[in-house]
């Protein structure tokens, strides 16, 4: 048995004996890994069989405690390819000096949390990320934090009847000691960013040294605070401060619904603005015009960025500041939200090509970015350059260059991307295609060589190619560059506290053009509303995409300028194209989101195919 072998081995026996598997499915795991090109690890096949998710896998190797290196579990879990950890290995060869680790972390090769993550699954201590974690604030603000500096840890949460503590080394007696003074000997000893700890610490320290004004919601800095602080913790996306005829109205969009939170004052409408304007340096004397601005908040040790817009209004000035995303939050485009059969034709003829145009398009807070940097995430790669013009950048992503767009400096899309293509690009990165110019420098780019990504505003993928044909782009030039359009929505998710299954009544069938019979096998779920979703019964959102990666057939429709209608039929007859409204379907046919969501997010321009069709169609 070959070392490989050994691995999986060890892993299937560990399977059975958590009772993650049973023999057979181990047999049945080692039989199509035997089968598979020798790249695939035994816990993708074990993950693509659905046998088990990462979180269970994860769970059995650190109860485990397998006699695994740590390169065997980045390799298994798909964090680093076999190559990139031969690479490390003769790195460190060279540079005896450094740890494995520190290697990886350097080159790029995977992120320091990623690394933390399958580090804990080697050592068996649970993985606390800092910058995502929900953190014990009344704990933490009981704990000398001096004491937590000098010794290197951090109080996370209570854990039933334990404490659990973050350390920057898990294995050093000493600061495990130190803790064990302040929380007894039964605490759950776990492994975080030693950088993250300290900087988390040093906050506190400082807030707690400083003198701080005071703050209550009396005062134009207490409103603002707390308002602000509050939207972060409820995980709002924007908040609305709107003023009225006798009050100020503050919203928050959480989920893409405005959620009423509170009313201020009248009098406190030109001091609050007054105070936002100070923070994102717009003109405070300006009263008349709308401005723009962006400015930086602190909340429990992280900062955010936020993009503010002063909107002159009757009643005064109307404030919208957007939470803009941070680099923790992105998302890896293996968990986006994709379909198997969907996300597998994605990775292969999309992202995995060397040049094209990637649009992906949808409205405004349909998820575009996240995406967009997604994918911008699965692709970079120490030996690519890839270059950004965005309005505004949202994400900070190192190891790539990013610029925001400017035009209170002449700093526009036009003058920037003149220089881009400039700038020896392999992947250039145009936040959105807004005019006709911006279009021909992305299919101009692709045609040279280059990938190109970017986002659209358009209702559906076959739109997004109409809109192309109509901004005077030659018909050839779009047949020979763009690879795929990718059009999305995010809809709300039904409350997993409150949901309960229901059956669709006869006028949402009407709208399908479906009759009972095609969705009784179904389990469709709707929120009833409790505390846990502010009883509205739905509590997260979830992406569904429509993938049009262009054929033969396609590109020839495009060449004979065919209508939408035209094209769309057949995209669905030629790729397999699988619509938003049929990729909603199968999300609500397994209780995942609503119709009503679907009828209100989603545009209906043709009759969807029977559901178990578009299970077939998407891997399900």
Same mark, same amino acid.
């Given at each position: 048995?070959?070392?490989?072998?050994?691995?999986?081995?060890?892993?299937?026996?560990?399977?059975?004996?958590?009772?993650?598997?049973?023999?057979?499915?181990?047999?049945?795991?080692?039989?199509?890994? &035997?089968?598979?090109?020798?790249?695939?690890? %035994?816990?993708?096949?074990?993950?693509?069989?659905?046998?088990?998710?990462?979180?269970? $896998?994860?769970?059995?190797?650190?109860?485990?405690?397998?006699?695994?290196?740590?390169?065997?579990?980045?390799?298994?879990?798909?964090?680093?390819?076999?190559?990139?950890?031969?690479?490390?290995?003769?790195?460190?060869?060279?540079?005896?000096?450094?740890?494995?680790?520190?290697?990886?972390?350097?080159?790029?090769?995977?992120?320091?949390?990623?690394?933390?993550?399958?580090?804990?699954?080697?050592?068996?201590?649970?993985?606390?990320?800092?910058?995502?974690?929900?953190?014990?604030?009344?704990?933490? &603000?009981?704990?000398?934090?001096?004491?937590?500096?000098?010794?290197?840890?951090?109080?996370?949460?209570?854990?039933?009847?334990?404490?659990?503590?973050?350390?920057?080394?898990?294995?050093?007696?000493?600061?495990?000691? &130190?803790?064990?003074?302040?929380?007894?000997?039964?605490?759950?000893?776990?492994?975080?960013?030693?950088?993250?700890?300290?900087?988390?610490?040093?906050?506190?320290?400082?807030?707690?040294?400083?003198?701080? %004004?005071?703050?209550?919601?009396?005062?134009?800095?207490?409103? %603002?605070?707390?308002?602000?602080?509050?939207?972060?913790?409820?995980?709002?996306?924007?908040?609305?401060?709107?003023?009225?005829?006798?009050?100020?109205?503050?919203?928050?969009?959480?989920?893409?619904?405005?959620?009423?939170?509170?009313?201020?004052?009248?009098?406190?409408?030109?001091?609050?603005?007054?105070?936002?304007?100070?923070?994102?340096?717009?003109?405070?004397?300006?009263?008349?015009?709308?401005?723009?601005?962006?400015?930086?908040?602190?909340?429990?040790?992280?900062?955010?960025?936020?993009?503010?817009?002063?909107?002159?209004?009757?009643?005064?000035?109307?404030?919208?500041?957007?939470?803009?995303?941070?680099?923790?939050?992105?998302?890896?485009?293996?968990?986006?939200?994709?379909?198997?059969?969907?996300?597998?034709?994605?990775?292969?003829?999309?992202?995995?090509?060397?040049?094209?145009?990637?649009?992906?398009?949808?409205?405004?807070?349909?998820?575009?970015?996240?995406?967009?940097?997604?994918?911008?995430?699965?692709?970079?790669?120490?030996?690519?350059?890839?270059?950004?013009?965005?309005?505004?950048?949202?994400?900070?992503?190192?190891?790539?260059?990013?610029?925001?767009?400017?035009?209170?400096?002449?700093? #526009?899309?036009?003058? #920037?991307?003149?220089?881009?293509?400039?700038?020896? @690009?392999?992947?250039?990165?145009?936040?959105?295609?807004?005019?006709?110019?911006?279009?021909?420098?992305? %299919?101009?780019?692709?045609?040279?060589?280059?990938?190109?990504?970017?986002?659209?505003?358009?209702?559906?993928?076959?739109?997004?190619?109409?809109?192309?044909?109509?901004?005077?782009?030659?018909?050839?030039?779009?047949?020979?560059?763009?690879?795929?359009?990718?059009?999305?929505?995010? $809809?709300?998710?039904?409350?997993?506290?409150?949901?309960?299954?229901?059956?669709?009544?006869?006028?949402?069938?009407?709208? $399908?053009?479906?009759?009972?019979?095609?969705?009784?096998?179904?389990?469709?779920?709707?929120?009833?509303?409790?505390?846990?979703?502010?009883?509205?019964?739905?509590?997260?959102?979830? @992406?569904?995409?429509?993938?049009?990666?262009?054929?033969?057939?396609?590109?020839?429709?495009?060449?004979?300028?065919?209508?939408?209608?035209?094209?769309?039929?057949?995209?669905?007859?030629?790729?397999?194209?699988?619509?938003?409204?049929?990729?909603?379907?199968?999300?609500?046919?397994?209780?995942?989101?609503?119709?009503?969501?679907?009828?209100?997010?989603? @545009?209906?321009?043709?009759?969807?195919? @029977?559901?178990?069709?578009?299970?077939?169609?998407?891997?399900?």
């Amino acid at each position: 048995m070959n070392k490989i072998d050994e691995i999986s081995d060890t892993i299937l026996k560990a399977l059975v004996k958590a009772g993650i598997l049973t023999q057979e499915r181990a047999k049945t795991a080692w039989r199509v890994k &035997s089968k598979l090109p020798t790249g695939k690890t %035994v816990v993708e096949v074990i993950k693509d069989l659905k046998y088990a998710n990462s979180d269970q $896998l994860k769970a059995v190797f650190r109860s485990n405690l397998l006699s695994l290196r740590i390169g065997d579990i980045l390799v298994e879990f798909g964090y680093l390819s076999p190559e990139k950890l031969r690479a490390a290995l003769d790195i460190q060869k060279s540079d005896t000096t450094k740890q494995l680790g520190q290697i990886i972390i350097e080159h790029q090769f995977m992120s320091e949390n990623d690394f933390l993550d399958a580090l804990s699954v080697q050592l068996g201590f649970p993985f606390v990320n800092l910058s995502v974690e929900e953190l014990d604030h009344d704990l933490i &603000s009981h704990a000398p934090i001096q004491w937590c500096l000098s010794n290197h840890f951090l109080p996370v949460r209570n854990q039933k009847d334990k404490v659990v503590v973050a350390f920057a080394d898990p294995f050093n007696k000493a600061d495990i000691k &130190s803790a064990q003074q302040l929380y007894g000997e039964n605490l759950v000893v776990a492994i975080s960013s030693p950088g993250s700890i300290e900087k988390y610490l040093k906050q506190l320290a400082e807030g707690k040294t400083k003198s701080r %004004v005071v703050m209550d919601e009396n005062t134009a800095i207490g409103i %603002v605070e707390s308002v602000i602080s509050t939207a972060i913790q409820k995980g709002a996306s924007d908040i609305h401060l709107e003023p009225l005829k006798d009050r100020l109205q503050v919203k928050y969009r959480i989920d893409g619904i405005l959620i009423f939170y509170k009313d201020f004052p009248l009098e406190s409408i030109s001091m609050v603005t007054a105070r936002i304007k100070v923070l994102c340096k717009a003109n405070i004397a300006e009263k008349r015009r709308h401005q723009d601005g962006r400015m930086s908040f602190e909340d429990n040790g992280n900062n955010y960025d936020l993009r503010v817009s002063i909107y002159a209004a009757i009643f005064g000035e109307k404030v919208v500041l957007r939470v803009l995303n941070r680099i923790d939050q992105i998302i890896r485009i293996e968990d986006i939200g994709m379909q198997p059969k969907m996300l597998e034709r994605y990775l292969r003829d999309v992202l995995n090509v060397p040049s094209g145009v990637l649009i992906i398009t949808g409205p405004t807070g349909s998820g575009k970015t996240t995406t967009l940097y997604s994918c911008v995430n699965y692709i970079k790669k120490p030996e690519l350059c890839i270059i950004t013009a965005e309005d505004p950048v949202e994400y900070v992503m190192e190891g790539i260059t990013q610029c925001s767009i400017d035009p209170n400096i002449n700093l #526009t899309y036009e003058e #920037t991307l003149r220089h881009v293509v400039r700038q020896d @690009p392999d992947v250039i990165v145009i936040g959105e295609i807004r005019d006709n110019y911006s279009a021909d420098v992305a %299919v101009h780019a692709a045609l040279t060589g280059h990938k190109v990504l970017t986002s659209f505003h358009t209702e559906d993928s076959i739109s997004g190619l109409i809109r192309l044909m109509n901004m005077d782009i030659e018909a050839f030039l779009i047949s020979s560059t763009v690879v795929c359009i990718l059009s999305q929505r995010l $809809l709300r998710k039904v409350c997993r506290h409150c949901g309960k299954p229901y059956k669709p009544s006869s006028s949402e069938l009407k709208i $399908l053009g479906y009759v009972p019979k095609d969705l009784g096998r179904f389990n469709f779920m709707k929120g009833a509303g409790c505390q846990a979703c502010n009883y509205t019964g739905y509590k997260g959102r979830i @992406p569904v995409f429509e993938m049009l990666v262009l054929n033969e057939q396609v590109r020839e429709a495009i060449l004979d300028h065919k209508s939408s209608h035209e094209i769309r039929k057949i995209s669905i007859d030629t790729t397999n194209l699988v619509t938003l409204m049929e990729e909603a379907l199968s999300k609500a046919a397994v209780g995942i989101t609503t119709l009503d969501e679907i009828f209100r997010c989603v @545009p209906r321009l043709l009759p969807p195919r @029977p559901i178990q069709e578009i299970n077939r169609l998407l891997g399900n």
